[in-house]
């Protein structure tokens, strides 16, 4: 009996919760659309509504078109301006050519770890549509083996700039999506850059895995730098 109440009372508090999410709206015949609520509905007379500011619109029941609840939750994420901070971590085997000495010689790339932070900033264009800039800050530690007879540990600093385009395959707070980037690095590793994720963002949350290119053309080595990258993100556009 008591997990009975106990279960009747849940589901009394979820539906007062969801009910508190409905807003009466108020659709004219001109097109014209109000939220709210109505403070007074009486047949033959003059509907009135109170919308969400505050204001008191006093309308003719004979202009109306329809009164309707809707859902008033967010729905993630709005048109406009779309920023993200976000942290990756990716690990990958690259296979190389050294420009020095009379044969250059092929290397083979033990492999390499990186870490690397970065910014995004653009506009959602349309509901499932975001298009911006950005910037990163990436670390690499690259292993070399020049046919097996010399190791040498690397670390490098670069600097990505990329178009990045995210596509939301749902309109809603928890979805799943598509990231692409495009760019040029500089600083000590300097070449094309792509990069290509899936993930999912938990309302303003995203977590993806993908994979990362970085082409090389260095003093020493032509390189290119292949990874599977696991990404975090924090998204404070949307609201």
Known sequence: MKRLVTTLIIVSISISAFAQKLQEVVYLKNGSVIKGTIMEQV???PLKIQTTDGSIIITSMDDVKKIVKEDTRHKYPTLGYRGFVEMSFGAGETTSKAHFGNHNPNVINEGHVYSS???I???????NLF???GIGAKYYYITR???GHNEVEEHNFTLP?????????MKKGISPFIDTRIG???CDIEGFYLSSAVGVRLRHFLFSVGYDFQDNDGEKYHDHLSSVEIRLAFDWGSR
Do not use: M
């Open 43 to 45: 047949p033959n007379e």
């Open 161 to 169: 700039l990329f178009v990045d385009t995210r596509y939301d395959i």
């Open 117 to 119: 932070f970065s910014t």
């Open 184 to 186: 040029y690095a500089t």
């Open 145 to 147: 083996d020049y046919l």
């Open 121 to 127: 900033h653009g506009c959602q264009i349309i509901p």
């Open 131 to 133: 298009v911006g800039v």
